[in-house]
């Protein structure tokens, strides 16, 4: 991976942790706010997914494609966030669920066997996000407040694993 690309993941990363401590900052924040960060989230990290499987000429072609498809859905979850932000709390729980699942699995599907420095890291951040998206898939009543904690905290945990991740690429020897 390129050092450019691992300088949009520490990016990234720092977003995921800023938007998660914004959300705990005001958990009284209204469904509009909410689905407007959350869909800005998800449109950041499909947009980014797409570009890393884009520029992943090492990996093989149906990785690169399935990821590339990942992207894009996860992308379209965060557009339909931020075109009706006012839809109801389940709706919008299973939108954000779903392209965290998707998110979750991509990065799975990215590090594993890559051998890449951060690769634990990545793999881990692809399980963290995958199980936050099925709680929230099993217990979608839990209710705004629940989505906010498990939220936030999936962000703030991401972003962690995300800088951590694009750190390690960073510290690893450049490719001559």
């Known amino acids: 991976m390129s050092r450019t690309w691992i300088w949009l ?28 960060l959350f869909g800005l989230n998800l449109l950041l990290m499909g947009g980014i997914r797409i570009l890393q499987f884009l520029v992943a ?4 072609a149906l990785h690169r494609v399935f990821g590339v498809l990942l992207g894009l859905v996860v992308a379209g979850a965060g557009v339909v966030c931020l075109a009706d932000v006012a839809t109801s709390l389940t709706l919008m729980l299973l939108i954000v669920a779903i392209g965290w699942l998707l998110d979750g699995l991509g990065e799975i599907f990215l590090s594993v066997g890559r051998g890449q420095p951060g690769g634990g890291w990545r793999i881990a951040l692809g399980v963290l996000v995958v199980l936050a998206s099925i709680a929230l898939l099993v217990w979608p009543g839990l209710g705004l407040a629940t989505f906010i904690l498990i939220g936030a905290t999936t962000l703030i945990f991401a972003g962690i694993c995300i800088v951590i991740s694009a750190i390690a690429g960073l510290r690893a020897p450049r490719a001559a």
């Open 9 to 36: 993941r520490l990016a990234a990363g720092i977003f995921a942790v800023v938007l998660g401590i914004v959300a705990f900052a005001w958990p009284e924040a209204t469904l509009r706010v909410v689905g407007l």
């Open 57 to 60: 000429s090492e990996a093989p």
